[in-house]
């Protein structure tokens, strides 16, 4: 594998992040429906609110439900509230690409709160921010003995 900026392209992350006001789940269906996403982007299930590690092991990203808002006929969440992260081994590339999708569907009428943190292979750890219409901000925290 590559290196980029010096650093390895595998991190662990993990974290929540809250979305303000939630956002209604049709707007996400985007990457909730394509099978590629599927494997690794999930819903959790309604009751799940709150900012607790992944529900289920195999969904490494997952949106958590707004239970204020409720469900719909089908039982499925009417709006999300989080997203929810706790993914070893991923690529820095992989990270941003799905933060970036997100944040493209989520769009610049909801804010994001709170950040996800973030360990390299390499000793870097840090975290990392969202922001609406922008890229994922990466801040390293790495602390330093010189």
Do not use: C
Not at 48 to 62: D, I, T, V, Y
Not at 67 to 74: E, F, I, L, P, V
């Amino acid at each position: 594998m590559g290196y980029e900026n010096g650093r390895s392209p595998e991190y662990s992350v993990w974290g929540t992040i809250e979305v303000r006001p939630p956002v209604p789940l049709a707007r996400l269906r985007g990457l909730t429906d394509q099978e590629a996403f599927q494997r690794r982007l999930g819903t959790a299930p309604a009751g799940a609110a709150g900012p607790e590690p992944a529900s289920a092991p195999q969904a490494r990203w997952e949106f958590v439900p707004d239970d204020d808002a409720g469900t719909d006929d089908q039982g499925r969440p009417r709006a999300i509230k989080y997203l929810r992260v706790n993914d070893q081994g991923v690529a820095r590339t992989e990270v941003d690409r799905r933060l970036l999708d997100v944040a493209a569907l989520v769009g610049t009428d909801h804010t994001f709160h709170g950040h996800l943190r973030y360990e390299g292979y390499v000793g870097d750890e840090g975290e990392i921010r969202l922001r609406g219409g922008g890229p994922p901000q990466w801040r390293d925290t790495t602390p330093r003995y010189w």
